[in-house]
């Protein structure tokens, strides 16, 4: 099984709200990702924990923040944010950071 | 650096029509290919993949080597179902590195018509 899966499948929130995006994988993997999708366009990764330790931030601006409480979940912490952040978050895991990524299904927000 | 190329889309064919979709990399180490697929309002999906030269990677009708002569990764199937419209994106990640990024290519918009 490389399923992962994320809730909720849709978010619409206000520029002053604070919602949080959630992520989980059952496949013992120990590397997982947050990425940002604009239509039309791939992927932009936005942050890598590998054993549940930040190891990569793309200066992605800090109304996003990123938690992984443990190794299966993944959480994205929303702030303040603006129009321009709408888009598909995907999220990602892979059994060690050079393996093979296996997506999630993402979660559509939208900013109004 | 890294980086991956696709050929500009969108591509439109007929059903039962052959399908390729090239893709070209650089890479400072030694990178493992991917494609992925992207059906409308979902995720990325792992479609097929190869680790190292002269690899064939195959699923669902699909295959690319991995040439490491030419650097490249094209994507072939020879009979395309509508089914199979999607967004198809190459992809990479070098070995060599110890941050597990990902570099993507721009991605191709395939439609498929009955």
């Known amino acids: 099984d490389t399923e992962v899966t994320q809730t909720p499948k849709h978010l619409v929130m206000g520029m002053t709200n604070k919602k949080s995006l959630k992520c989980e994988q059952h496949m013992g993997h120990r590397a997982m990702y947050w990425y940002k999708q604009k239509a039309k366009k791939p992927p932009e990764l936005m942050f890598v924990y590998s054993y549940e330790k930040l190891s990569i931030n793309e200066s992605v601006p800090s109304r996003f923040s990123p938690e992984c409480p443990n190794s299966s979940l993944l959480n994205l912490h929303l702030h303040a944010l603006q129009p321009e952040d709408s888009a598909l978050y995907l999220c990602a895991s892979s059994p060690t950071l050079l393996d093979t990524q296996y997506f999630g299904p993402g979660t559509r927000l939208t900013v109004l | 650096g890294n980086s991956v190329t696709q050929m500009e889309g969108p591509v439109t064919l007929s059903e039962e029509a052959f399908l390729t979709i090239n893709c070209t990399y650089t890479?400072?180490?030694?990178?493992?290919l991917f494609w992925y697929v992207q059906y409308p309002g979902e995720g990325l999906q792992l479609l097929l993949k190869?680790?190292?030269?002269?690899d064939k990677g195959s699923n669902k009708g699909f295959e690319a080597t991995y040439r490491k002569e030419t650097t490249s990764f094209h994507l072939e199937k020879g009979s395309v179902q509508v089914s199979d419209s999607a967004v198809y994106f190459c992809?990479?990640?070098?070995?060599?590195?110890?941050?597990?990024?990902?570099?993507f290519g721009r991605g191709t918009q395939l439609t498929v018509w009955p």
């Open positions: 890479a400072t180490g030694y990178p493992s």
């Open positions: 992809a990479l990640i070098d070995r060599g590195s110890t941050l597990g990024r990902l570099y």
């Open positions: 190869a680790t190292k030269a002269d």
